[in-house]
């Protein structure tokens, strides 16, 4: 006997299994016990793009690789877009965590808003959407990244730093006649990890770790 | 001048601030570091890599132990100290041939460079060792 659930997709980051092939907004909206089912927006998020899903319509699961939803509460519908993909949201604010995930943008791109001058859009941070406009919203090569030195972030520019310019960021009134600073990283590009030494340089990316210790160890 | 403190409190954070506060020692587990102020009360910062090649770190309901020694031998004060469970055992100033010999061994550890007279810095660190465990 073959499984009697078929067929499954996610709802708000939950996997829903299903009999049927077919499913329609109302249905995916009844599954989930949203009621009244018109008090809530449905969003489904497709290739690096998203759209509302009516009532009435229908999708197909077997015609979507694993299908995916979202539902607002709220009974609006905000336009935006990213990387020139038309983007439907069923909330007043998107999160950039949000934008990242559903647009399948790399980490070590940034979010840029082109009705902010170019603003980037910090990764921890969210776009305000009306009902008028459709926001317009981009990932570019990142000027700078965020890397911690001994626990703290600093931003530095996207470029290979040398051991002195690392030092510098832990110790800005660091004496290298006199002291000694041994310098450590991990979560590199590509997962590198290992110790960094004066005359060496190395490239840096979002969230990589530099520990730089000025005491001798004995 | 600040009191030195015999004691260090151990606080678990994702960032460490940018001020420490004297008597805690502040440990991020996401960035494998803890860093503290010099227990002497100098005010100089002690940074602790917590990776292999570095320090070892390991809680216990006492507090918070940290190995191998920490040697300010570079900070004015040049204090010397073993944090054990939380509290700050004093060791004595190391001489400047005792200091060249950790240098000589942390280089080995790291690159796996072969200085000269490797096998009597082991020996050298293995008895340091032993005499702060026991
Ligand atoms: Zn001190």
């Known amino acids: 006997m073959p499984d009697t659930s078929n067929f499954t997709y996610k709802l708000d980051g939950r996997l829903v299994a299903t009999d049927d092939a077919i499913l329609s907004g109302r249905d995916i909206r009844g ?29 197909d699961l077997r015609e979507v690789d694993e299908p995916e939803f979202l539902s607002f509460k709220g009974d609006r519908t905000f336009s935006l877009t990213v990387n020139e993909r038309g983007f439907e949201w069923g909330a007043a604010t998107i999160s950039a965590a949000d934008i990242y995930r559903c647009a399948s943008i790399d980490e070590d791109l940034e979010l840029i808003l082109d ?10 941070g969210e776009v305000t959407l ?30 290979k730093h040398s051991y002195r310019e690392i030092a510098l960021l832990a110790y ?47 | ?27 991020s587990p996401e960035c494998h570091v803890a860093l503290h102020n010099c227990a002497c009360g100098c005010g100089e910062e002690v940074s602790t890599p917590l990776v292999q090649t570095e320090y070892d ?5 006492e ?18 100290y073993i944090i054990k469970r939380g509290r700050i055992h004093w060791a004595g100033k190391m ?18 460079a072969q200085p000269k007279g490797l096998e009597a810095i082991v020996a050298w660190f293995k008895r340091l060792w032993a005499k702060f465990i026991g």
């Open chain 2, 63 to 80: 507090g918070a132990s940290i190995w191998p020694s920490i040697g300010n031998h570079d900070f004015p004060c040049g204090s010397h």
């Open chain 1, 115 to 124: 009705s902010a001058g170019d603003a980037v859009i910090p990764a921890d």
């Open chain 1, 130 to 159: 009306s009902e008028k406009g459709v926001e317009r919203i981009r990932g570019r090569e990142a000027k700078t990244v965020i890397i911690k030195v001994n626990g703290r972030p600093r931003t530095v520019p996207k470029k």
């Open chain 1, 31 to 59: 599954n989930a016990g949203l009621n009244p089912m018109s008090d809530y927006v449905l969003i489904q998020i497709v290739d690096r793009a998203s759209r509302s899903i009516g009532l009435d319509e229908t999708i």
């Open chain 2, 95 to 112: 001489s400047r041939q005792q200091i060249e010999a950790g240098r000589a061994y942390d280089r080995l550890i790291k690159r796996g």
């Open chain 2, 1 to 27: 001048m600040m009191a030195r403190v015999d004691r260090l409190t151990t606080v678990f954070v994702k960032d460490i601030p940018e001020q420490l506060e004297n008597g805690v020692l502040y440990v």
């Open chain 2, 57 to 61: 770190f390991i809680m216990e309901d």
């Open chain 1, 172 to 218: 800005p009134d660091a004496d290298f006649d006199n002291f000694k600073y041994t310098i450590t990283y991990l979560k590199g590009v590509h997962g590198a990890e290992g110790d960094l030494v004066e005359g060496e340089k190395i490239e840096v990316k979002n969230g990589m770790v530099f520990n730089v210790r000025r005491a001798d160890k004995s």
